[in-house]
């Protein structure tokens, strides 16, 4: 025998109550915390200690864990509001800090664990990535160490680095497409002379040559490709990058080179974006 988790009534297995319409009143509650906080975030006027009936009433129906779960999807939507032009500003940051330090202030929890509740899908991570972009086109390099394996000439400056990353090499290659006719001319018993005729076309192909997994990094004059294990290692001028092209899933650098003329990233798309920034920005510094 099961029960309700709203009502507390017996759900039998043969047939009895019918429990949907405490599902759709518990689905009008979390939709309900849903758009007020995503709305009072952008407001700048959430304050979990002085919010409506409304929202208490959803409180008392609901369980703790999915008030805190809708809370986190509130936020997270704000966040991609905020986000939807490509950065969060400063004032944008500071609608997204008063948000958690309210929630921290009202609640016996520290920050930390806060962020860890609020982060269910990944908004954390949003926040970061375009509060970054912002700063560093406002000139401001983000305050991250170079991973080992990186040796910077004089004038080079480290801007970033994601680990994980699967790398390919776009390779230009060449066959021929036809056929050849030819005869052989025996000239003595021991000696034959072979003459071939070539009708064929050389036609050339590309193909994406997978170099393996490792670290990508960025500095304002190179991009670097830190191989893992037996993974090879890549350094490009950045000078020699003529375009970018975002794909599924992560992008591609263009080089003006013949031999090497492009690299494959792959990548989430929230990374991806943010290398795309910083790899275009990355010669001003």
């Known amino acids: 025998m099961k029960f309700c988790r709203y009502c507390n009534k017996k759900i039998s ?9 405490c599902e759709k009143t518990a689905s009008g509650h979390i939709s309900h915390i849903h758009k007020y906080t995503k709305d009072q975030i952008l407001k700048g006027t959430f304050d979990i200690s002085s919010v409506p009936e409304s929202f208490k009433k959803a ?11 809708a809370l986190a999807y509130g936020y997270t939507v704000a966040m991609e509001d905020l986000a939807d032009d490509g950065m969060i500003d400063n004032e944008e940051g500071d609608l997204v800090v008063n948000f958690i330090n309210n929630l921290v202030k009202n609640s016996n ?74 005869g052989s001319y025996r000239l003595s018993k021991k000696i034959s002379l072979r003459h071939t ?17 490792g670290e990508l990094a960025i500095t304002n004059k190179h991009l670097y490709f830190l191989g893992y294990g037996e993974s090879r290692d890549i350094k490009e001028r950045l000078s020699k990058v003529i375009s970018l092209e975002p794909v599924s899933d992560g992008f591609i650098v263009n080089i003006n080179l013949k031999t090497r003329p492009a690299y494959r990233f792959e990548m989430n798309s929230g990374e991806a974006w943010m290398a795309s920034n910083f790899l275009m920005g990355a010669q001003e510094f």
């Open 59 to 69: 409180e008392k129906y609901l369980s703790s864990s999915e008030v805190s779960d």
């Open 197 to 213: 005729e070539h009708r064929g076309k050389p036609v050339s192909y590309s193909e994406w040559k997978r170099i393996g997994k």
């Open 13 to 21: 297995w043969f047939g009895g109550i019918d429990h949907s319409v």
């Open 109 to 182: 929890e520290s920050q930390k664990e806060v962020l860890d509740w609020l982060n269910v899908y990944g908004a954390n991570n949003t926040f970061l990535q375009h509060r970054q972009i912002y700063e560093f086109n406002q000139g401001k390099l983000p305050d991250t160490e170079p991973p080992t394996g990186i040796i910077m000439n004089k004038g080079e400056k480290f801007i970033y680095s994601w680990a994980s990353v699967s790398c390919h090499a776009l390779n230009i290659k060449t066959k021929f497409r036809g056929r050849s006719t030819g």
